[in-house]
C-alpha cells in the first residue's frame, strides 16, 4: 500500500446531491465535488464516491512549545504542549502566518508519519502535559485529530485544539468532545473582514463559541490579530468585548496579537504596541477580567492580575513566567479569590524553549 493510501481514510460528514456531486458538511463552506476533486481545506477529497480525509497520520513537523504560545495564559500554565498540524485550512486568510503549512498544496509538507498511539506515547515520554493540533486547523482533519486525542487520554495527556472554529454543529459536537482546551481565533467581529480578509463568515464562529461555553467543559480562550486599518478600531473592538461578557461572560481570556506582514498582506504595516494597549484597556473598561497583549513584549500586557484585588497572579515575560501568586488550585494567594482556568498543582518550569521532535524515534508500544 503506497503511503498517500495509508494517509486516505473514509470520513462521515457529507451526502449526495441530486446532480451526481458529493457535498462535505464538515464545515459551513459546504464544497460539492466531483470525483476526483478536493474541497477548499484541500485534504478533505471525493473519491470512490464519498469525502475521504487525505492526510490521517501524516504531519508538517511536531515541535515541544511552552503551552503559553498557543496561546493559553490559563490552561496548566508553564508546561511543554507537543504540537503538530497537517496541511491545508478552511478558511483563506489572506494575512495567514502559517501559510506555507495551511495553504500548502504540496504533499511533501508532510514530512513526518505518526500513528495516534505513538503521538501520545510520545508526549508522555517528553513531560508533555498536553497534545495541541495547531499550525492549521484541526477541524479539517477531525478524524485524526480525534483518534490521537482518544489515546491521549488513555495516558493522561491532555488535548487542545488550536482553531478558527468554522464548523457545522455535529461534527463539531463529536469534535469537542474529545478536546480539553482550546484557543479561538476570533479573527474580527464584522462580516466584512470576515467575508473580504478571511474568505469566510462570522456568525459560525459566534455560533462555535457560545456552543463551547454553554454546552461543554472546554477550556478555551480567544485571540485577535489586529490588523492596522482592517479590525482594529476602537468601535469594533468596544463591540466585540461587550458581546464576549454577554454572551460568554467574564472569565474567558482575550488575546489581543500583534500583526506583522505575511502571505498576502506584505503592504500593511505591522501593529504598533499602543494598539494592543488599547484593545486590553477597552476589553478591562467592558468586563473582561483577563485581557492580554501577544507577539510584543509587554510584561504588564502578559501578565495575569486577580480581578478581585488587582495583584499580580501570574507574572509573564513573554512565555517565561515569573511571579506566581496562586494556589494549587487557583486561588489568589492575597485575597482567595478564584482565578478563572485550569491548574493542577505548582506550575511548570519549561519557559520560552521550542524543541523539534522527531516522533519516528518513538513507537506506539513505549511508556
Not at 509538507?109 to 508526549?123: C, N, V
Not at 457545522?168 to 464584522?190: I, Q
Amino acid at each position: 500500500m503506497s503511503l498517500a493510501e495509508e494517509s486516505t481514510v473514509p470520513t462521515r460528514y457529507w451526502h449526495k446531491l441530486g446532480d451526481g456531486r458529493i457535498q462535505c458538511d464538515l464545515c459551513p463552506r459546504f464544497c460539492a465535488l466531483h470525483e476526483g476533486q478536493r474541497g477548499f481545506c484541500f485534504v478533505r477529497a471525493c473519491q470512490d464516491d464519498q469525502i475521504v480525509l487525505t492526510t490521517y497520520g501524516r504531519s508538517s513537523g511536531y515541535c515541544i512549545d511552552p503551552i503559553e504560545k498557543k496561546p493559553l495564559n490559563h490552561f496548566l500554565p508553564g508546561t511543554p504542549v507537543l504540537s503538530f498540524g497537517t496541511a491545508g485550512c478552511n478558511l483563506g486568510c489572506k494575512f495567514c502566518q502559517n501559510w506555507d503549512i495551511s495553504k500548502s498544496r504540496e504533499i511533501d509538507t508532510l514530512a513526518d508519519q505518526a500513528s495516534p498511539d505513538t503521538i501520545a506515547a510520545a508526549a508522555q515520554q517528553l513531560g508533555c502535559s498536553s497534545v495541541a493540533f495547531t499550525y492549521n486547523d484541526p477541524v479539517i482533519f477531525l478524524e485524526y485529530a480525534i483518534d490521537v486525542a482518544r489515546a491521549c487520554r488513555e495516558r493522561g495527556i491532555k488535548t487542545v485544539a488550536v482553531t478558527a472554529g468554522e464548523i457545522c454543529p455535529e461534527p463539531r459536537a463529536e469534535f469537542f468532545a474529545h478536546m480539553d482546551a482550546a484557543n479561538v481565533d476570533l479573527k474580527g467581529f464584522t462580516e466584512a473582514f470576515y467575508h473580504d480578509v478571511c474568505l469566510s463568515h462570522l456568525q459560525p464562529v459566534l455560533d462555535t463559541l457560545v456552543y463551547l461555553k454553554h454546552e461543554t467543559d472546554v477550556w478555551f480562550e480567544l485571540t485577535t490579530l489586529l490588523i492596522p486599518g482592517k479590525n482594529d478600531s476602537d468601535a469594533e473592538i468596544d463591540e466585540m468585548t461587550r458581546w464576549v461578557v454577554k454572551e460568554l461572560g467574564p472569565d474567558v481570556p482575550m488575546h489581543f496579537t500583534a500583526f506583522h506582514p505575511d502571505f498576502r498582506m506584505l503592504d500593511l504595516p505591522s501593529t504598533p504596541p499602543s494598539t494592543l494597549s488599547r484593545a486590553r484597556e477597552l476589553a478591562r473598561a467592558n468586563g473582561v477580567r483577563y485581557a492580554y497583549t501577544g507577539n510584543v513584549r509587554d510584561i504588564d500586557g502578559g501578565s495575569t492580575r486577580c480581578h478581585q484585588c488587582g495583584n499580580v497572579l501570574i507574572g509573564r515575560d513573554g512565555y517565561v513566567l515569573g511571579e506566581w501568586n496562586l494556589s494549587d488550585s487557583g486561588q489568589c494567594t492575597f485575597c482567595g479569590s478564584d482565578c478563572a482556568g485550569v491548574f493542577d498543582g505548582p506550575p511548570g518550569t519549561w519557559g520560552s524553549k521550542r524543541q523539534p521532535v522527531r516522533l519516528s524515534n518513538f513507537t506506539a508500544g513505549s511508556t
